[in-house]
Nanobody, 116 residues
Framework: QVQLVESGGGLVQAGGSLRLSCAASGSIFSINAMGWYRQAPGKQRELVALISRGNTNYADSVKGRFTISRDNANHTVYLQMNSLKPEDTGVYYC???????????WGKGTLVTVSS
């Protein structure tokens, strides 16, 4: 089992910045890629950013504003969010697919609210 614990959410004005953190513990050897998803009220959960073996992938809506990074020594993934917009509001979830590809681990989420 892998436990993912997010932190860093909060309330910020449009144009501001936040940095989310996700600390992984447990059977770390069973995960490679890590990423962030978000779910806005009334909408489906969507991929925000993913990092795997140093390669990164971003949703078009956050490219140029968000940066995902990873500290392998501390089993932590970060999401630096700049130039935040009200449409970035939502619950942000940390994700780590099991290496088998058969299931994913999820954190409980952290709320990000961007006011206009």
């Amino acid at each position: 089992q892998v436990q993912l614990v997010e932190s860093g959410g909060g309330l910020v004005q449009a144009g501001g910045s936040l940095r989310l953190s996700c600390a992984a513990s447990g059977s770390i050897f069973s995960i490679n890629a890590m990423g962030w998803y978000r779910q806005a009220p009334g909408k489906q959960r969507e991929l925000v950013a993913l990092i795997s073996r140093g390669n990164t992938n971003y949703a078009d809506s956050v490219k140029g504003r968000f940066t995902i990074s990873r500290d392998n020594a501390n089993h932590t993934v970060y999401l630096q969010m700049n130039s935040l917009k009200p449409e970035d509001t939502g619950v942000y979830y940390c994700n780590a697919p099991h290496v088998s590809g058969q299931w994913d681990y999820w954190g409980k989420g952290t709320l990000v609210t961007v006011s206009s």
